[in-house]
């Protein structure tokens, strides 16, 4: 099973922007699909952004072209760049490396946007 880590969380202002990161652990990295998601209070758990192992991207219409998702297999790392941040993205966001079917997930981080 692989080990994720999310981290670029924090508080930023309406319009501001973060740069989330996923870090992975095995030798397989590059191989695997992952996804961003975000779950925000009373919400269910939502598909924000996809990349696969070619660099192709998918994202939800609630984020497009304000989201960036990429990757840097040299680092095992996936990339969420947000701008143009509304409230409405306050969420906790997690991170899945498909390594499996049920997916390998990290602890997720905390993005508030509020003024």
């Known amino acids: 099973q692989v080990q994720v880590v999310e981290s670029g969380g924090g508080l930023v202002q309406p319009g501001g922007s973060l740069r989330l990161s996923c870090a992975a652990s095995?030798?397989?990295?590059?191989?695997?699909?992952v996804d961003w998601y975000r779950q925000a209070p009373g919400k269910q758990r939502e598909l924000v952004a996809t990349i696969t192992s070619v660099g192709s991207t998918n994202y939800a219409d609630f984020v497009k072209g304000r989201f960036t998702i990429s990757r840097d297999n040299a680092k095992k790392t996936v990339y969420l760049q947000m701008n143009s941040l509304k409230p409405d993205d306050t969420a906790v966001y997690y991170c899945?490396?498909?390594?499996?079917?049920?997916?390998?997930w990290g602890q997720g981080t905390q993005v508030t946007v509020s003024s």
């Open positions: 095995g030798s397989f990295f590059s191989i695997y699909v």
């Open positions: 899945n490396v498909r390594s499996n079917p049920l997916g390998s």
